[in-house]
């Protein structure tokens, strides 16, 4: 069965796109069938796989209004296993476009159900949210089996994150009530950092065994790989980056046999 998995959290810069794009990357080299899809009118996760956030009619944007088919708009990365259905800018007036459709918030969802045998052949399917909790973050709520929360090891990282707690019970309560959270991930560890082993330590005391083993260190080649338009795992194998989020691929993979046993 596919699982949508949506990686949110409404702070930006903690690391989401770059975890969709690596973490999808990885569990493609391990034989998978991934879909990412971009729902950033940013495009970063679009252009990091090697596509264009620049085409007018390729994107989530057109599927979401109807003015396209998916099957036209998945487009093959630059990984194998590995296809993507990319942003545009004009996702970022979706909200206004949509003010007057009251299902509005079950598009996305409407759109894979009814495309289910399009969809199906995948394993999961990414979805890269924005970083706020506007329409398209509900979107992704709404339509996903489970969450990845990227949690920055940094101060106020924990603040946040219950505010997205309480975000993520309402639309449990009003929504999608299977809706649950797969795995806290801990970003931007610096292991010298007294306050990243702080934060580390607190999460793993309120989430429990919800946080992974692997946390995903500060790392420039993380930084450098999405100008080059390529994963961090193509552009530099061997850098701590890298290495973290193949061993995150593997336990994402152990923890998906643990869900079906």
Known sequence: ??????????KGGVGKTTTVINLATALA??????LVIDLDPQGNATTGLG??????DKNIYKVILGHNNPNICI???CVKNLDLIGSNVNLAGLEVETANNPKRAFLLKEILESNNNLFSKYES???DCPPSLSLLTVMSLVVADELIVPLQTEFFALEGISQLVKTIERIKINLNPDLKIRGILLTMFDKRNKLSNQVDEE???YFKEKVYKTVIPRNVRLSEAPSHGVPCIF???SCLGSKSYIQLAKEFVDQEVRIQT
């Open 75 to 77: 487009q093959e990365s």
């Open 51 to 56: 596509a264009s956030n620049n085409d007018d």
């Open 125 to 127: 399917i990414f979805i």
């Open 1 to 10: 069965m596919t699982k949508i998995i949506s990686v949110i959290n409404q």
């Open 203 to 205: 999460a793993r005391k």
């Open 29 to 34: 080299e391990l034989g998978k069938k991934i």
């Open 235 to 237: 552009y530099d194998r």
